[in-house]
């Protein structure tokens, strides 16, 4: 199906696994490094209360960015080479895939409204695609 294609089509240039491309500077830098780092204290079958080496030592809470209570953040740290380097491209991969879902969730529910299928995916495609989510999809 299309809608599930269209995000690999959008960010054509940041495919993860294929590119070396991602969608800003602060997206590989702050938050992969975050959920490492609480994934890391979850797998080692801890929880995350203090993090020494982030600015000086803070509160977990600081790593907000991590998303510790997400589901993408568990389900990456699944996922094969996570913890050798390929985080950044599971976590780019898995958030694709959820733009996709949630395309593919709104285009249902206004089809449902019987709303016409190429109106459906021109205003689901506008909605999702556009730059507020493409800022959250930096953050998570």
Known sequence: MII????????????????????????PRFSIDHQIELMFSLKT???????????????????????????????????????NGKALEWNTLLR???LACAHLTLFIFLRKLRLGSLMAFVLTTVTVYNLRMLDLFRYG
């Open 4 to 27: 599930f294609i269209l995000p690999f089509l959008m960010f054509l240039w940041m495919i993860p696994f294929i590119s070396d491309g991602t969608l800003g500077n602060d997206y």
């Open 45 to 83: 079958g801890s929880f995350p209360l203090y993090v020494p080496g982030f600015a000086g030592g803070q509160t977990a809470s600081a790593l907000t960015l991590g998303q510790i209570y997400h589901p993408i953040s568990h389900i990456a740290a699944l996922m094969p080479g996570y913890w």
């Open 96 to 98: 694709l895939l959820s």
